[in-house]
């Protein structure tokens, strides 16, 4: 049976680990210069004050988490998914879409209105992504300097 939960600081080292087993593989190839840098990177999205974070356990393991935050928009309050990761053994058993339906009800209590993420194109999240209720907006780019 999934727990979800919202994430707390107590929940940030498994989630460190969790993210750094699963993302240092295929297909995103993650290189971490330390775990530290890792860490950092999870404790400043948690001491944001818009912060709104999730994980998922079974049987008292973190198998999932969303760290993302709550984003102001014109017509409300979004939820922004800065980071969604399951386990990296436990993939395609569906506990991704459980998780991520756990989530969206838990937002609707919230009365957050949107979610909003980016991804990378052909990568198996985009198929997750879509095959989950989301679309690609294709009147929007993303733009980095």
Avoid at 4 to 32: I, R
């Amino acid at each position: 049976m999934i727990q979800v939960k919202e994430l707390t600081k107590e929940h940030l080292d498994a989630c460190v680990d969790l993210a750094m087993a699963t993302f240092t593989k295929e297909p995103w190839n993650d290189v971490y210069e330390s775990r530290e840098q890792a860490l950092t990177f999870y404790q400043n999205h948690l001491y944001n004050n818009y912060f709104l974070g999730y994980i998922a356990v079974i049987e008292e393991k973190i198998v999932a988490l969303s760290i993302g935050m709550k984003k102001p928009w014109i017509q409300g309050m979004e939820y922004y998914i800065d980071e969604f990761c399951v386990d990296y053994n436990r993939q395609g058993q569906g506990i991704g879409t459980i998780f991520i339906n756990e989530i969206i009800k838990d937002l609707e209590k919230k009365n957050l209105n949107a979610i909003i993420l980016n991804t990378e194109k052909n990568y198996p999240s985009t198929d997750f992504y879509l095959k989950n209720g989301f679309t690609i907006q294709k009147e929007l780019i993303v733009l980095t300097r």
